[in-house]
């Protein structure tokens, strides 16, 4: 199995920025997505984006696009979400996970999860 471990989230003024971090270990990601969802209170848990951890190809849910950007360093076996211009409807608790790439669709169907950051975005 893959563990992961978020940090990073916090609180910050809209219009600011945050860098979020998620650690993994426990096997090789060269064939794997890794993604960032959220969860607001009282909402259902959303997709922000996903890269392939081979190659690099990023995706984004609407919301984010142009705001976000996700990245990951190979050699640390780190995942990054970049986030600019926040909103307070960022707000959130923030979830790293991962999945194989032939497990379909890459903001679907991921099995490994971490315990997640806040993210507040005050006013």
């Known amino acids: 199995q893959v563990q992961l471990v978020e940090s990073g989230g916090g609180l910050v003024q809209a219009g600011g920025s945050l860098r979020l971090s998620c650690a993994a270990s426990?096997?090789?990601?060269?064939?794997?997505?890794m993604g960032w969802f959220r969860q607001a209170p009282g909402k259902v848990r959303e997709f922000v984006a996903a890269?392939?951890?081979?190659?690099?190809?990023?995706y984004y849910a609407e919301s984010v696009k142009g705001r976000f950007t996700i990245s990951r360093d190979n050699a640390k076996n780190t995942v990054y979400l970049q986030m600019n211009s926040l909103k307070p409807e960022d707000t959130a608790v923030y979830y790293c996970?991962?999945?194989?790439?032939?497990?379909?669709?890459?903001?679907?169907?991921?099995?490994?999860w971490g315990q997640g950051t806040q993210v507040t975005v005050s006013s």
């Open positions: 426990g096997r090789t990601f060269s064939s794997y997505f």
């Open positions: 890269i392939r951890w081979s190659g690099g190809i990023s």
């Open positions: 996970a991962a999945k194989p790439v032939y497990s379909s669709s890459y903001s679907r169907n991921y099995n490994n």
